[in-house]
């Protein structure tokens, strides 16, 4: 923690070798709500058809088999 | 669990390992090929799942082991030859909300690996530290120190330095979300 001018504070308890410093709370919230932004951007973009077809395949694929061994 | 209830289980979490994909590799187009492997590996190994654990943190744990056996260095190629997906994939949203997406999507490729990777998962999946911990192999107090780093280094490369920088990026955030919703339903 040497050239950053982000404002720290001690993080209570945990004690022992690693006495970490932790962000201010506020800082925290924002990158907190920056990844959701992120992620979510991504979750809610529409799923390609590929992927659903693809199970589609997987799971006809299952049934043919299972109806292959019953007969 | 009956192979079509598996199925339902995997479909649902689609947008969730491609947004986890995404974060890892930093490409959508890698990222799909990642869910893909991930989908066919999941199907051959359903009978290895237990009904009743999480279904997202399973296949998190195979779409990281996958990543980091077999995608890692193709995704450093793809970066170096056609830019991080920051650059490309926002699309939607308002300019202002534009900015600061790709902004921090530079910022979080930046991030060592093992600091991006916990970070999402704690900070964006609904995955707990406990969770976090599992599927990366290592104990919670590394998971919390990881993360820990992760943030001070993020906000180093925002220049996130006083409460100030903090209204404006409150309020893009509100419409990058909207923006979220508005693609939902088209």
Known sequence: MSKSNVPMARSGGEGGDEAELVLDPRIQESIGRSLKAHYDDIVNTPVPDKFLVLLAQLEAQEMRAKNGNLS | ?186
């Open chain 2, 1 to 186: 669990m009956s192979a079509s209830d598996f199925k339902d289980g995997l479909i649902k979490e689609i947008p969730n390992l491609r947004a986890f994909a995404a974060s890892l590799s930093g490409s959508m187009q890698l990222a799909d090929d990642l869910v893909q492997d991930t989908l066919l590996k999941a199907w051959g190994n359903s009978e290895k799942f237990e009904p009743g654990t999480s279904l997202r943190a399973w296949l998190f744990t195979i779409l990281r082991n996958t990543y980091y056996s077999l995608y890692r260095k193709r995704g450093r190629e793809v970066q170096d030859s056609e830019g991080t997906y920051a650059e490309r994939l926002a699309t939607h949203g308002n300019q202002e909300s534009h900015l600061d997406l790709a902004d921090f999507r530079k910022a979080l490729a930046k991030l060592p690996e093992e600091q991006r990777e916990v970070l999402i998962m704690v900070g964006a999946t609904g995955l707990s530290y406990e969770e976090t911990a599992e599927i990366c192999g290592v104990a919670i107090g590394t998971i919390k120190s990881r993360v820990n780093r992760a943030r001070t280094k993020l906000a180093e490369l925002l220049s996130i330095g006083g409460v100030d920088d903090l209204g404006p990026d409150r309020k893009s955030t509100a419409a990058i979300q909207r923006g979220g919703s508005e693609i939902v339903g088209l």
